[in-house]
């Protein structure tokens, strides 16, 4: 019989739990941000799902759906709610459950430390560019091992750093808010690399069975043209979204080639410190978690232009036309588009083949490390239709793509071990609140009791399960 395949669906602590402000938990710097004049929109996460009084109902229906795994993230703020450093008992009792919940069903629980979710107290003291951030996540990370140990199997540290740290100080779209920051978003990569590696180093001191890994947001780079100006523009973008986060987390260090280009680009680097070096290179990942949406398409800056957008206004009429998600550095890169492919309506490019393109390029640049799908799915407008159901055709369809490259890039050798879809309901999409939606299974936030109605992606996923799993076992 072949190893068995995890194969499930994940969520996010702010985007789902709700509760903001129960049994204890303290503010994240999302609750700040979202109760703020800053935020625009006025819609919050202080309900969503409310998967913290919906759990139970939730993991049961992903059991029914032939679901093996189930990915979430810990609210840190839920655990220390203040920069006292006393542990709220009553948090860890919540993940207690949750996880009685997954033993119950015979789910594995895959299980982030932090999704963008930063304590309040971290965010008045400059967020992921304060310097005591790695010291602080790390007493937190080693709460949360020494309390749940090995009833977890699988934990990451750091939700997309790359992804994290590009709303924060480059789009402005996420608190701080910060635009068009390099320095800044240099500094907080280091630094969620070093939280990265400090966890870990509190993981290793337990000797646990589990596992321990990081999640990336971005796949390679890729150009439409082969030329020493377009592989070039490849290369810095790689430097910009993978090789930051990657090379550090999985073999330890930063390659010279690139200190130097971020040198060149007039970075300060005074951040650094030898000692945090020396425990990145004794601390790396026994997995990778790679979130696979699209591609990193770029060409050569010829604009001279520095900026970025992402679900901008003016850019999102949901109609995939004008909507675009841009990138460019100057002298470095910026965003090109290929014609033949579609947007969604969010201007992300869709591409299957990106899924098989990246799994190839992390063997290729790293050879066996185990990877997980950890994130994998599709943003719709949705509204359940006069029989009561969501017809839900372009997300099965994008699935379905998506896990044939995936599956062809695991028969060719490149070590999957899992798969998500994003997400398990719908939940809190960050500023896009809740008529993006990327659920499975549809919530109705009308009614009073947050309805939850399967659509037909949550069968036709079920019904791949059941195939995939019969085939494993002939």
Avoid at 190 to 202: D, F, G, L, Q
Wanted: hydrophobic content about 30%.
């Amino acid at each position: 019989m072949k190893e068995k395949m995890l194969m499930g669906s994940a969520s996010a602590a702010y985007q789902a739990e709700g509760a903001w402000n129960q049994d204890g938990k303290g503010a994240s710097i999302w609750d700040d941000f979202c109760h703020s004049e800053a935020n625009e929109t006025g819609i919050t996460g202080d309900v969503s799902c409310d998967f913290y009084h919906h759990y139970a109902e939730d993991i049961r229906m992903m059991a029914e759906g032939n679901q093996n795994t189930f990915r979430f993230s810990i609210s840190w703020s839920r655990i220390v709610p203040k920069e006292d450093r006393v542990v709220n008992e009553k948090g860890l009792e919540f993940y207690d459950k949750v996880l009685d919940e997954c033993e119950k069903y015979g789910i594995i629980p895959n299980v982030t430390l932090v999704h963008y979710d930063l304590p309040d107290y971290i965010g008045r003291k400059g967020g992921w560019c304060y310097d005591g951030v790695s010291d602080e996540f790390a007493y937190y990370a080693s709460v949360v091992f020494k309390h749940y140990g090995d009833r977890i199997p699988l934990y990451v540290t750091v939700n997309e750093p790359n992804h994290n740290a590009y709303c924060d100080y480059l789009v402005g779209n996420y608190p701080p808010n910060e635009k068009n920051n390099l320095q800044d978003y240099a500094h907080c990569g280091y630094n969620m690399m070093v939280c990265n590696a400090k966890a870990i180093m509190e993981f290793r001191k337990l000797n646990l069975k589990a596992k321990i890994g990081i999640v990336q947001g971005a796949g390679p780079s890729q150009s439409l043209y082969e030329t020493p100006e377009y592989q070039q523009a490849v290369k810095y973008c790689d430097y910009f979204c993978n090789d930051w986060v990657l090379d550090p987390a999985i073999l330890g260090y930063y390659k010279e080639d690139f200190v130097e280009a971020i040198k060149a680009k007039g970075i300060d680097l005074s951040f650094v410190k030898k000692e945090d070096l020396e425990i990145m290179k004794e601390n790396t990942i026994d997995f990778l978690g790679q979130n696979i949406y699209s591609r990193n398409l770029v060409k050569p800056n010829t604009s001279g232009v520095t900026a970025f957008t992402v679900n901008n206004k003016g850019n999102n009429d949901g109609t995939g036309k004008t909507a675009r998600e841009t990138r460019a550095i100057e002298g470095w890169f910026e965003t090109d588009r290929d014609p033949n492919t579609k947007l969604n309506p969010w201007g992300r490019e869709i591409y299957p083949r990106c899924a098989y393109v990246t799994l190839t390029k992390r063997k290729e640049r790293y050879g066996d490390i185990p990877i997980y799908v950890t994130e994998n799915g599709h943003g719709m407008y949705e509204s359940v239709d006069d029989n009561g159901e969501v017809n839900d055709e372009a997300r099965i369809d994008f699935l379905e793509n998506y896990l044939y490259w995936i599956m062809k890039a695991k028969e060719e050798g490149v070590n999957v071990k899992g798969y998500y879809v994003w997400s398990n309901t719908d939940l809190y999409s960050w500023i896009n609140g809740y008529k993006k939606r990327y659920g499975l299974v549809f919530v109705d936030y009308e009614d009073k009791n947050l309805k939850r109605i399967p659509k037909k992606s949550y069968y036709w996923y079920k019904e791949y399960i059941r195939k995939y799993m019969d085939n494993m076992d002939n």
